[in-house]
T-cell receptor, first 111, second 115 residues
Framework: GIQVEQSPPDLILQEGANSTLRCNFSDSVNNLQWFHQNPWGQLINLFYIPSGTKQNGRLSATTVATERYSLLYISSSQTTDSGVYFCAVVPGAGNNRKLIWGLGTSLAVNP | GAGVSQSPRYKVTKRGQDVALRCDPISGHVSLYWYRQALGQGPEFLTYFNYEAQQDKSGLPNDRFSAERPEGSISTLTIQRTEQRDSAMYRC?????????????FGPGTRLTVT
């Protein structure tokens, strides 16, 4: 089945710094989502981005489907950005709709 | 409701007891999904429904796990004869079913602890 790899696994930033998180996937996808799991365990939708580029405030994401990767950019990081960032995909083959998840990037933003 | 809701938020049960976890999807969402997340891991798919029909149950780990969505809205995930290895966060998600677009929205989860 499809493999989803995220890097780096852990990241520590000073408040105000920028960062780039990467998600590689091993096959074609119909759906790609980025989530933020906050310290209270809530999964928050960041982007639905099977291809192209989107921006939302300090966050932006780019998916290059032909090269099988997606990037999440966080600019001017804040302590509230701390938590785990997950990339999840729906494989392109077949008619299934289940999300396959990476292991996440654990981000700590220090004041 | 405004978002996906799940109840209970926390459940502690003794080994061997049955538990029922409830999910109320976003109003109008056709598809409903169950995932399980162990500590320090990403979620793993369990099963999903379109309307009341269970489309894929390949992720249910064994026959102690079952799910239903009898009226195409609220869903219940039932675990019979719970074991300690069932302890995890159980997450429910829902999505519109509009062909290619399938953005999934998650509820707050139910943290299950089996003692």
């Amino acid at each position: 089945g499809i493999q989803v790899e995220q890097s780096p696994p852990d990241l520590i930033l000073q408040e105000g710094a920028n960062s780039t998180l990467r998600c590689n996937f091993s096959d074609s996808v119909n759906n790609l989502q980025w989530f933020h799991q906050n310290p209270w365990g809530q999964l928050i939708n960041l982007f639905y981005i099977p291809s192209g580029t989107k921006q939302n405030g300090r966050l932006s994401a780019t998916t290059v489907a032909t090269e099988r990767y997606s990037l999440l950019y966080i600019s001017s990081s804040q302590t509230t950005d701390s938590g785990v960032y997950f990339c999840a995909v729906v494989p392109g083959a077949g008619n299934n709709r289940k999300l396959i998840w990476g292991l996440g990037t654990s981000l700590a933003v220090n004041p | 409701g405004a978002g996906v809701s799940q109840s209970p938020r926390y459940k502690v049960t003794k080994r061997g007891q049955d538990v029922a976890l409830r999910c109320d999807p976003i109003s109008g969402h056709v598809s409903l999904y169950w995932y399980r997340q162990a500590l320090g891991q990403g979620p793993e798919f369990l099963t999903y429904f379109n309307y009341e029909a269970q489309q894929d149950k390949s992720g249910l780990p064994n026959d102690r796990f079952s799910a239903e969505r009898p009226e195409g809205s609220i869903s219940t995930l039932t675990i019979q004869r719970t074991e300690q290895r069932d302890s995890a966060m159980y997450r429910c998600a829902s999505s519109l079913w509009t062909g290619a677009i399938n953005e999934q929205y998650f509820g707050p989860g139910t943290r299950l602890t089996v003692t």
